[in-house]
């Protein structure tokens, strides 16, 4: 059986806020500690049968890239969401959600 570790790294300032993400894994092709300004970290807990999530920004993460990287999250999760249940219809309607965030916030055009 294969194994990979990912790392995930967060330094913190006086307030407790992040100040530097970084993160490796192995496989990703990305030699050492590689720097991020954000993460969202979702782990469906087997033994809760709940989510727990984590989700950090740094200070310098403007909100552009903020309003693009919740839009392709949105639609990474209904990508992985067709993925996983074949359900395209449901996909469909997280797909147009996003699309409406983007067109909303400015970051797609009409």
């Not at 330094?11 to 030699?31: C, F, T, V, Y």
Request: charged residues 30%; hydrophobic residues 35%; glycine residues 6%.
């Amino acid at each position: 059986m294969k194994k990979s570790d990912i790392v995930i790294s967060v330094e913190l300032d006086e307030r407790n806020h992040p100040e530097k993400i970084q993160w490796q894994a192995e496989g990703s092709g990305m030699q050492g500690m590689n720097p991020c300004k954000s993460i969202m970290l979702s782990i469906f807990d087997k033994a809760d049968s709940g989510t727990l999530r984590i989700d950090l920004w740094t200070k310098e993460m403007r909100v552009d890239e903020m309003q693009q990287f919740i839009y392709e999250t949105m639609q990474s999760m209904a990508n992985t969401y067709q993925n996983a249940t074949n359900d395209k219809e449901a996909a469909d309607k997280l797909r147009a959600m996003a699309t409406q965030f983007g067109t909303e916030t400015g970051l797609l055009k009409k």
